[in-house]
């Protein structure tokens, strides 16, 4: 690994005039557990690392009445762990225990997941489908970006040079609402997804008044399957509506073909996948 310094901003401000003034030579560590071993490797050879452990904005992680707040810095192990996110933002939750193991789950971090922008991304899903806003900090003040339109392709987002993901606001689901992420790995653990998938589905007066579904590892980047969650909406959530949703998933996948699966087979499991967390996002969700 290349020689480096190594700055310890206390704030998101002090933390920003270092990548306003070092440019792309700059690099922000929160867990590391992606950019270090791109360092090992040579894929990436930063002149300065800016290490985010002192800022403790980037590490929030409370409820609010907008909804939950999150900072960037938040490991994936709290989020697995925190009785809040298991109950209310369950896929959430269930996104964040699959990544690793448990000790790279206590150095990982959400914002390290979403902002390394892999299409495969676990945490990606569910915070499309629970409709998450990206807190973005800049020179140029704050802005919000929702996010449908934070990935830009692969490994890419809208995040610029000098711009850090301060925290994540996730919105209420609000009552009878129910979520799940289900993800297919050749191993249980320590693997990357070959698909993933969260829905997440709100009831009333026996009907569907909301429904997201979102694919991750079928596309360059994650994306919602807007068709399929139209085909649910305004009407009761039956085993055939939730079938034509699986096949209209099926539809905005746009699979490649790889090592870990072919492109016909990745397309199987969005429809398997999308049928299997729609019938738990119903039963959650009381139906």
Known sequence: MRRFELTLPRSIDEAVRVLRDRGPDAKLLAGGTDLL????????????????????????????????????????RALERDTVVRSTYTSLAESAALVGSVQVRNLATLGGNVCNAAPSADMAPPLLALEAVAVIIGPRGERRVPFADFF?????????????LVEIVVPPPGPRSGGQYLRHTPRRELDIAVV?????LTLSNGACTKARIALAAVAPVPLRAHEAEQALEGKPVTAEAIEQAAELAVGVARPISDQ??????????????????????????GG
Do not use: F, W
């Open 196 to 200: 993933g998938v969260a829905s997440q």
């Open 152 to 164: 830009t392709g692969v490994r890419r987002t809208v995040l610029g040079a000098d711009e850090i």
């Open 37 to 76: 071993p791109q360092m090992k490797n040579g894929l990436l050879k930063p002149a300065c690392v800016v290490d985010l452990s002192g800022v403790a904005q980037v590490r929030t992680l409370e409820p609010a009445a907008r909804g939950l707040r999150v900072g960037a810095a938040v490991p994936a």
């Open 260 to 285: 870990r699966g072919s492109a016909d087979y990745r397309r199987h499991l969005v429809r398997v996948l999308t049928r299997r967390t729609l019938r738990t996002a119903l039963t959650r969700a």
